[in-house]
């Protein structure tokens, strides 16, 4: 049957959230092994938007609410904070964990060891990703190196107790994003600058504990290089402490014997430098990268131009024509959970639905109509189930109970509304109502046989006004 709509005038769309654009484009990836089950998904998004990313969007949104990507996505986000805390160990151990580890054995150390142990790496890495972003911004790429970034979040999707059946593909799609929008090298870079600044932070904190309560006798010793060389480095390096009016020790430090003055004053030096050569930089870098990120995410969009979104817009503007609601063939379900999740400590309201029923029956029965929070009754249009549709999608996950008519037999319309139904809702159950003016034709168990044969076993079938009555006394305890 098909029922006629008018078609909404055209307004701008809605700036695309990052996770509502990375679960369009990760439906895409899993799709590609096969086409979703997403009938009413398709249906409720186009009666909710009126532009084709929107649309694509709301789809997206309740296909990853029923197939446990917004679950994956929690986890995800969860997995990332483990990972910064991980990754920052990391970048600290690299940043100053080995001049600490020198510090802390006693020895005697050469300032200038120091001073590469301590900044050598991060410093390279920074340098990488200078000029990598030049070259992407006159590329117009927008890729990003190797960084931390990256790795965290490629930890943070695979970490054992906390990957989701989804999670890689999720991984997949967010870099989809980025690369589309060619953010990759903020984001990353965000990521990556904030987990050094924090390290470096960390850093200098032992430092100035290990300096202000131990003594170091910091040197200029060398076998092989010559004090002119020391001379150079020391020059270099202390220019821009000089000119931010930082203490730096003096050229003739490097040709002295070792003091508790020079130490003093060459552990001030490299205090001064870690700050201005390790943390300052991030920390600029970090805010350049978090201003273009804030910049372009309010201006996300979906490449509609795309075959797979193009192919999306199509079939809804098939759909402003006329609507199907019982389309002979259905496509291939997928293998995903039939019930909305339940949010712990989410009081779930008791739904009485009457579906298609014929006019000689009482509805709504006193005795169940009574323990419902709300009733509701279809009668096969299309308005009326995407106004219910809507109205469970809103609300907290429901428990419906949804009767329907003995004498009926079940057919694919049928399955296709438990189902939407079911998507919306953490319990169901089906009633068969019997007709006393269809006696010969009241067949309640082939509504159960049905349920086991279209694998909806998990949907509860009560046979009798008094089992469902008892079924929604359960749930409403």
């Not at 990391?90 to 020198?102: H, M, N, P």
């Not at 003096?250 to 700050?275: F, K, M, T």
């Not at 014929?358 to 009326?384: C, F, K, N, Y």
């Not at 004498?407 to 019997?434: I, K, N, T």
Request: charged share 15%.
């Amino acid at each position: 049957m098909r029922r006629a709509t008018i078609s909404q005038p055209s307004s701008p769309p809605s700036p695309a959230t990052f996770r509502d654009a990375t679960l369009a484009h990760t439906l895409r990836l899993m799709e590609e092994a096969g086409a979703l089950d997403d009938a009413g998904e398709m249906t409720l998004a186009h009666a909710r938007q009126h532009t084709e990313q929107d649309r694509i969007l709301e789809r997206a949104r309740l296909l990853g609410r029923r197939l446990g990507l917004l679950e994956d996505w929690a986890r995800l986000k969860t997995g990332l904070w483990i990972a910064a805390s991980l990754l920052v160990l990391l970048a600290y151990l690299l940043a100053g964990g080995l001049l600490t580890r020198a510090l802390g054995s006693g020895q005697t150390l050469n300032a200038a060891l120091a001073f590469v142990a301590m900044l050598g790496v991060p410093v390279l890495a920074l340098l990488i990703w200078l000029l990598w972003a030049l070259a992407s911004a006159l590329s117009g790429q927008g890729t990003a190196p190797w960084s931390l970034g990256q790795l965290m979040l490629s930890l943070a999707a695979r970490m054992p107790w906390l990957h989701g059946p989804h999670s890689l593909t999720l991984l997949r799609g967010a870099n989809a994003v980025l690369r589309q929008q060619r953010l990759s090298l903020w984001v990353f870079g965000a990521i990556s600058h904030g987990l050094w600044a924090l390290a470096f932070a960390l850093a200098l904190v032992t430092l100035l504990t290990l300096f202000s309560f131990q003594a170091y006798q910091l040197t200029w010793e060398t076998t092989i290089l010559s004090p002119a060389f020391f001379d150079e480095f020391l020059r270099l390096t202390s220019w821009l402490p000089r000119m931010l009016g930082f203490g730096v020790p003096a050229q003739a430090v490097v040709h002295a014997a070792p003091s508790s003055a020079d130490s003093q004053a060459i552990a001030w030096w490299l205090l001064a430098s870690a700050l201005l050569y390790g943390l300052l930089p991030r920390l600029l870098a970090l805010v350049v990268c978090a201003a273009v990120w804030q910049r372009r995410a309010h201006r996300l969009s979906l490449d509609t131009r795309e075959p797979y979104f193009r192919q999306l817009a199509t079939r809804f503007a098939s759909m402003a024509s006329a609507s199907v609601v019982d389309a002979e063939h259905a496509g291939p379900r997928a293998s995903a959970p039939l019930f909305r999740p339940h949010v712990s400590g989410q009081a779930a309201p008791v739904v009485l639905i009457g579906f298609e029923l014929p006019d000689g029956l009482r509805w709504p029965p006193d005795a169940l109509a009574s323990l419902a929070d709300q009733v509701h009754i279809i009668t096969g249009t299309m308005s009326e189930r995407l106004g219910l549709l809507t109205a469970l999608a809103a609300s907290p996950g429901a428990r419906t109970l949804i009767a329907c008519s003995a004498a009926a037999s079940p057919d694919r319309g049928a399955e296709r509304f438990l189902r939407q139904v079911c998507s919306e809702a953490v319990d169901c159950a089906l009633l068969p109502l019997s007709d006393e003016s269809a006696t010969g034709t009241n067949k309640p168990q082939r509504w159960a046989d049905w349920l086991s044969e279209r694998d909806l076993q998990e949907v509860s079938f009560c046979a009798t006004d008094a089992e469902a009555k008892q079924w929604m006394e359960q749930r409403r305890g």
